[in-house]
C-alpha cells in the first residue's frame, strides 16, 4: 500500500526566510509522481509542483522547489523568501497510476513578519 | 478560465436528514473527483469518474453514500442518512486528458457539519 508522512504537525518562519517542509512516502510502484498542494483558510488546494519518479532534476517552479531523494524516498518542498501569505496547510502527495492521489496529514505553516 | 464550482460552501444539518453536494468541473475536463477531508487530515478519495462512469468507487460507503454524473459533465454526491461521523469538508476536483493530465484542479469544498 502507498502511504505519505509528513512528521512536521506545524511549522513556523521568518518572514522572507527559507523552509523546509518534509514528506517521506512509500510506494512498491516503479513508476508514480509527487505532489505539494497548499491549502489556505478558504479552503482551496492550490497545486504547487510536482516531481516524476523518473525525472533526475529536482523540480521547481517560482520560490517553490522540490528536494527529490529517491533512495531515502523523500521529497521534500522548500519555500525561498517566505511571504506572509505563504501561511497555509501544505499535503504532500503520491500519483498512483494515472489519477489516484494518495494525500499525507499536512503541515501547518505559519510565517511571521 | 473559470475553476471547479461547488455548492453550497456550508451545510449543517441534524444527523439521519439527507444533504446532496454539488459540483460542476473546469470546462472540458473529463475526470471529476470527489473527495472527503477530516478534520486535519489529508483529503481521501471517494470517488472519481471518467465522463459518466465511475471507475473508482472503492472507498465510497455505498450504503448510505451515492453519486452520479450525468451527461459527464456536472456531478452530485449524496449522504442519505448522515451521520455525525460524516462532518467533514467534501471536495470535488478535475483533470483534463491532454497536456497537464496528472494535475488535479480542486474546488473550494463544501464544509458539512453534522449535529
Known amino acids: 500500500a502507498q502511504k505519505i508522512t509528513q512528521t512536521q504537525p506545524g511549522m513556523f518562519v521568518q518572514e522572507k526566510e527559507a523552509v523546509t517542509l518534509d514528506c517521506t512516502y512509500d510506494t512498491s510502484d516503479q513508476s508514480y509522481g509527487l505532489f505539494w498542494y497548499k491549502q489556505p483558510s478558504s479552503g482551496e488546494m492550490i497545486f504547487l509542483i510536482y516531481q516524476g519518479s523518473y525525472d533526475e532534476q529536482n523540480a521547481t517552479e517560482g520560490r517553490y522547489s522540490l528536494n527529490f531523494q529517491k533512495a531515502r524516498k523523500s521529497a521534500n518542498l522548500v519555500i525561498s523568501a517566505s511571504q506572509l501569505g505563504d501561511s497555509a496547510m501544505y499535503f504532500c502527495a503520491i500519483l498512483r497510476g494515472y489519477n489516484k492521489l494518495i494525500f499525507g496529514a499536512g503541515t501547518r505553516l505559519a510565517v511571521h513578519p | ?115
Open chain 2, 1 to 115: 478560465e473559470a475553476g471547479v464550482v461547488q455548492s453550497p460552501r456550508y451545510k449543517i444539518i441534524e444527523k439521519k436528514q439527507p444533504v446532496a453536494f454539488w459540483c460542476n468541473p473546469i470546462s472540458g475536463h473529463n475526470t471529476l473527483y470527489w473527495y472527503r477531508q477530516n478534520l486535519g487530515q489529508g483529503p481521501e478519495l471517494l470517488i472519481r469518474y471518467e465522463n459518466e462512469e465511475a471507475v473508482d468507487d472503492s472507498q465510497l460507503p455505498k450504503d448510505r453514500f451515492s453519486a452520479e454524473r450525468l451527461k459527464g459533465v456536472d456531478s452530485t454526491l449524496k449522504i442519505q442518512p448522515a451521520e455525525l461521523g460524516d462532518s467533514a469538508v467534501y471536495l470535488c476536483a478535475s483533470s483534463g486528458t491532454s497536456g497537464d493530465t496528472y494535475e488535479q484542479y480542486f474546488g473550494p469544498g463544501t464544509r458539512l457539519t453534522v449535529t
